[in-house]
């Protein structure tokens, strides 16, 4: 079945410990984007990638890093998280960076920061 | 600056009604696509329906169709027949210049 995994889907930690979101796509898309959602804010890009090596800052970049080592899969990674992180995120795929290439969600990652 | 504004937190709908749910855009990207999202409560974001900045005609997807009026810069979603499973939140979102700009979303409730 084409989808993007995401894991965990849910996850409590605590400030300044470091933690690592998985994405996984098994569709052979390009692009890759992560967004976090807060109520009344909608989905805000934090990080999107067109292709393997290649990352770019969306709007709300800062406390976040990313890599695109392989084409598959796309790490969010939070190296000192601080409870404004807390939120629900998603990473998504697309066939290509196109603009008519719609995006493919996964089921969300809800992090809690303490 | 790319932006998405749906003005409308919340609509109300009676179950077989039709209902649309606003959508206006900013872009200076001449080449650009527009796509509507569903969440529902369970928390996932389903692809409905796609419109590119090119395209003459309307878009229309089973019961979903894209009322799309590009002097206006707007792009509304028109549900029609409207059924109890598609309570939800709504997204409309822009992608231009590679980037894809979400709305802050509106929560349909249908009522029997």
């Known amino acids: 079945e084409a989808q993007v995994t995401q894991n965990p889907r849910y996850l409590i930690t605590v400030t300044g410990k470091k933690l690592t979101v998985t994405c996984s796509q098994n569709m052979n898309h390009e692009y890759m984007s992560w967004y976090r959602q807060d109520p009344g804010l909608g989905l805000r890009q934090i990080y999107y990638s067109m292709n393997v090596e290649v990352t770019d800052k969306g709007d709300v970049p800062e406390g976040y890093k990313v890599s695109r080592k392989e084409k598959r899969n796309f790490p969010l990674i939070l190296e000192s998280p601080s409870p404004n992180q807390t939120s629900l995120y998603f990473c998504?795929?697309?066939?290509?960076?196109?603009?008519?290439?719609?995006?493919?969600f996964g089921n969300g990652t809800r992090l809690t920061v303490t | 600056a790319q932006k998405i504004t749906q003005t409308q937190p919340g609509m109300f709908v009676q179950e077989k009604e039709a209902v649309t749910l606003d959508c206006t855009y900013d872009t200076s990207d001449p080449s650009y696509g527009l796509f509507w999202y569903k969440q529902p409560s369970s928390g996932e974001m389903i692809f409905l329906i796609y419109?590119?900045?090119?395209?003459?005609q309307n878009a229309t997807e089973g019961r979903y169709s894209l009322n799309f009026q590009k002097a206006r810069k707007s792009a509304n979603l028109v549900i029609s027949a409207s059924q109890l499973g598609d309570s939800a939140m709504y997204f409309c979102?822009?992608?231009?210049?590679?980037?894809?700009?979400f709305g802050t979303g509106t929560r349909l409730l249908v009522s029997p």
């Open positions: 419109q590119g900045s090119y395209d003459q």
């Open positions: 998504a795929s697309s066939l290509t960076g196109q603009n008519n290439s719609p995006l493919h």
């Open positions: 979102a822009m992608k231009s210049f590679q980037k894809l700009v």
